[in-house]
């Protein structure tokens, strides 16, 4: 059975009180909102770039695939 967990995407408060949330393969800034609940609906929609990731030697064959 496939793991269909979402992967933990690390949080940052910003001074102004906004929260960052952070791809942990691509090291993106996802998103910035005002509430963790926010961050959540572009966690679940965030695609790391493959080009970006190939070009950093990242990207491995086996999520290519």
Do not use: W
């Amino acid at each position: 059975m496939p793991d269909t967990r979402m992967p933990f995407y690390p949080h940052r408060q910003n001074r102004d009180g906004s929260i960052d949330s952070i791809c942990p393969r691509c090291f993106a800034t996802v998103a910035t909102a005002k509430s963790v609940t926010e961050l959540h609906t572009c966690d679940k929609r965030h695609r790391c770039d493959e080009a970006f990731l190939a070009e950093r030697g990242v990207l491995s064959r086996s999520s290519a695939a």
